[in-house]
């Protein structure tokens, strides 16, 4: 750190103080001082933010305002400077007293001056090494919004796709398996179009309650339902010249179906319990995990607003169907997890890249980086073979072998154990795939709710 840099303010009502530490220090730091609580509150106030100190030396005991007092009444004005607490009484209260309102450190008196700078370096690196992380977080989060990982074929259609309409004022409905990427699609979207300074609003039709949603996404007015005691807007209005991502859509209940294709045709509706029309410009991006066709068939989606919604498609594919990509994303992975949780950047090795990309995913990109996040917060690559036991594909899938050197020939019994094996692995994986809805498991595998919770109790599956 650049000493010439360091400027320090001393609270002391002692004269002796700020000399010992402008001499003892020496030209790489300008030290000023002030000789009470009082006037180091008002010198700080008045000084504008980038000309006051990097630091702080602050007395314990002085007389009128005592050092505690002084410490809260400056973290008020401006926590970002540290503050170093000097006492010749370390009691045990002070020092707890100092932590608890925010002080850096604590010195006792008398002091000797090379300790003192010690602790002043110490300060200022750890509060250097705090703004750099929380920039390089700022800047990771930041780059997550604008960058879809993948090269592969599939991947560059979808980018090719979102920078032909991000612009447009088309509806985009995005389809994919969870797990996918859908929200990051939407996102650029909102972010390549020219209301990315308008706010982008996601609503998951699929979590909110049913009787909830239609309040959430249109508002309501005050005395609409028990429990309204004020007028609420809803998300639509939030998003007005933004963008509304509205994820699940197909879970949306049939009756508010036909309220949303008014919004989409005449971009307007009527709050729940209110009789004025509301007017809005937004932009509507969809997901779905669901065939939204057969919704159709089955009476559970109304055909003209499937066909307002389906403007543009983009259908992601799954994990499996570009394994190419799985290198990229166990990189951005690694570096995401290395810098949030103060991590050394892991290298895995290239035969375990390989049984990685011959993996079949079931969950998809959030299955593969919760496994990165795993092996990155326990710093153990092992971690990874326990998930590769589970189904691969291509060149590595291997045919169940039968186990006969027990002496049991039993083709019965072996043929019984091999199916439980089999129907063991497909349920894991549909309920991987479901992100463990039991019912949608179940209509998936065609077998009875019962009998899959049965399974899932014989066959002790767990989350």
Avoid at 140 to 167: F, H, R, T, W, Y
Avoid at 309 to 335: C, K, M, Q
Avoid at 364 to 389: A, G
Avoid at 422 to 443: F, P, S
């Amino acid at each position: 750190m650049d000493s010439k840099s360091i400027n320090i303010l001393v609270i002391d009502d002692d004269p002796k103080v700020p000399w010992i530490l402008s001499e003892g220090l020496g030209n790489g730091y300008s030290v000023d001082s002030v000789r009470d609580g009082k006037e180091g509150i008002n010198k700080i106030s008045q000084t504008p933010q980038s000309n006051r100190p990097e630091l702080i030396l602050l007395d314990i005991q002085m007389p009128g305002m005592n050092g505690i007092e002084v410490l809260e009444k400056l973290r008020g004005i401006d926590d970002k400077i540290d503050v170093i607490m000097l006492s010749g009484h370390g009691d045990t209260k002070n020092i707890v007293d100092s932590v608890k309102k925010g002080a850096a450190e604590f010195i006792n008196k008398p002091f000797d001056v090379r300790e003192v700078e010690i602790h002043i370096r110490s300060v200022l690196e750890k509060r250097r090494l705090k703004e750099e992380l929380t920039e390089l977080r700022k800047k990771l989060k930041e780059s997550e919004k604008e960058v879809l990982i993948g090269d592969s074929p599939p991947m560059v259609e979808i980018k090719n796709i979102i920078e032909e309409v991000a612009d447009s004022e088309l509806t985009v409905l995005i389809r994919g398996e969870s797990g996918t990427g859908k929200e990051i699609v939407a996102r650029l979207i909102h972010l390549k179009s020219a209301r990315n300074n308008a706010p982008f609003v996601k609503v998951n039709c699929a979590a909110i309650p049913r009787d909830l949603l239609e309040a959430e996404l249109f508002g309501y007015e005050k005395g609409a339902f028990t429990g309204a005691h004020k007028t609420k807007p809803g998300r639509f209005e939030v998003a007005n010249n933004g963008t509304m991502f509205l994820d699940e859509i197909g879970d949306m209940p049939m009756e508010l179906q036909s309220k949303l294709l008014q919004v989409l045709e005449q971009q307007e509706f009527v709050r729940v319990g209110g009789i004025n029309n509301i007017h809005v410009d937004v932009r509507i991006v969809c997901a779905t995990n669901k065939n939204l066709d057969d919704a159709i068939t089955e009476g559970l989606f109304r055909d003209d607003l499937f066909y307002r919604l389906n403007e543009i498609t983009v259908n992601l594919p799954g994990l499996a169907g570009r394994r190419s990509d799985v290198p990229l994303l166990v990189d951005h992975f690694l570096d995401k997890y290395s810098i949030l949780y103060k991590k050394e950047r892991m290298e895995l090795k290239s035969e375990t890249i390989k049984q990685l990309q011959n993996f079949d995913w079931p969950g998809n990109v959030r299955q593969l980086e919760n496994l990165i996040k795993q092996i990155v917060v326990r710093s153990d690559e092992n971690i990874i073979y326990d998930t590769l036991k589970g189904p691969i594909s291509g060149a590595g899938r291997k045919i169940p072998q039968v186990e006969l050197s027990d002496g049991n020939f039993s083709m019965k019994k072996k043929v019984q154990e091999t199916v439980s094996e089999v129907e063991k692995m497909m349920i894991t994986q549909v309920l991987h795939k479901t992100n463990w809805n039991r019912r949608k498991a179940a209509k998936m595998l065609d077998i009875s709710y019962r009998s899959l919770l049965y399974k899932i109790k014989e066959y002790k599956i767990i989350d």
